[in-house]
């Protein structure tokens, strides 16, 4: 049901139904203008059924608080969803932080928003690091925006590969980080012995050509992968 404009009534509409189906095993409801009614609505229709829902896609969400607080509320309890993506603006991590350290369901996640800065997300790597089901993490923003995540970030991930052990599929799109966080993060990988694939999709906001992924940044990344005991490949 993405991109079909169901808005906040559709949304409570379709939420009086959810629990009886009994055979629901995906709930796709991307680009449909759901804000804090509708998602409220939805996280109490989920948090009593189905027990068969696996896959639930918010991408492009328009809550505020209120409604991500819901969501991230069920999710503490909720223990049938393991693919989860949720992509929207303002989430707040007071919320977002221990849902990740308390649920141990999800599998794979996409979770994104676009306001996000260096300065805000330590907080999620503190959660993911504790976290120790998650095997696949995405970190994008809406298509065609740009999370501003540079080298400070990098540090960040170093420390969470340091930490978890558990992942094996880390997804930065978006993302601002240069040699210098590639060489931080080689750090991480080096005692890391879970993750295979590690994918940085960079945008060129800097200036200076010498700050952007070169040779010298992969071959630090090449170095650890020699010296660490995992098999992990970038992109």
Known sequence: MSFCSIGDGGAAHLARYVPDMKELKSLQLSWNGIGDRGAVALSRALAVGPSTLTSLDLGNIKCHAEGYRAIFDMLCTNRSITNLELVGENLPMADLVPMLRT????????????TWTDSTVKPLFDGLAENKSIRSYSFSAQENTTIRLTDVSAGY??????????????????????????????????????????????????EDPSKLLSDAGLKAVDAA??????KTFME
Do not use: C, M, W
């Open 103 to 114: 649920n141990t369901t999800l599998v794979k996640v996409k979770l994104g928003d676009r």
């Open 225 to 230: 992968l020699n010296a660490g005991p995992n």
């Open 157 to 206: 991930i170093r420390d969470l590969l340091a930490r978890n052990q558990s992942l094996t599929v880390l997804d930065f799109y978006h993302s601002g980080i240069t040699n210098d966080g590639l060489a931080a993060i080689a750090e991480g990988l080096r005692d890391n012995k879970s993750l295979e694939q590690l994918l940085l999709y960079t945008t060129r906001h800097s």
